[in-house]
Nanobody
Framework: QVQLVESGGGSVQSGGSLRLSCAASGDANYRRCMGWFRQAPGKQREGVTFIGFDGRTTYANSVKGRFTITRDNDKTTLYLQMNSLTPEDTAMYYC?????????????????WGPGTQVNVSL
């Protein structure tokens, strides 16, 4: 069992920054692959960024160059640094985790999800 709890969401103006955190607990074998999804009302769920067992990262084109995913060495905390935010970044952001060694990407079915944290970016 793995528990994920996000924090750090809030409201900012366009051009601002936020840093989201995800506190992870439980078996580390189920936290090899971690990342962030987001979903806005009426819009398709989007895989934002992911970090694999080997530390390699992937980013959606929509956030590349603006967002950075990192984690603690013990993999108990995941972070999402978001810079140059725009209203298009407004969404509920979800921390996710899975046991896979490879293929850590938004196409897979992640077993564990956090409850989400809301990010609102105004004009």
């Amino acid at each position: 069992q793995v528990q994920l709890v996000e924090s750090g969401g809030g409201s900012v103006q366009s051009g601002g920054s936020l840093r989201l955190s995800c506190a992870a607990s439980g078996d580390a074998n189920y936290r090899r692959c971690m990342g962030w999804f987001r979903q806005a009302p009426g819009k398709q769920r989007e895989g934002v960024t992911f970090i694999g067992f080997d530390g390699r990262t992937t980013y959606a084109n929509s956030v590349k160059g603006r967002f950075t995913i990192t984690r603690d060495n013990d993999k108990t905390t995941l972070y999402l640094q978001m810079n140059s935010l725009t209203p298009e970044d407004t969404a509920m952001y979800y921390c996710v985790a899975d046991s896979t060694f490879f293929g850590c990407d938004p196409g897979r079915a992640f077993r564990f999800w956090g409850p989400g944290t809301q990010v609102n970016v105004s004009l």
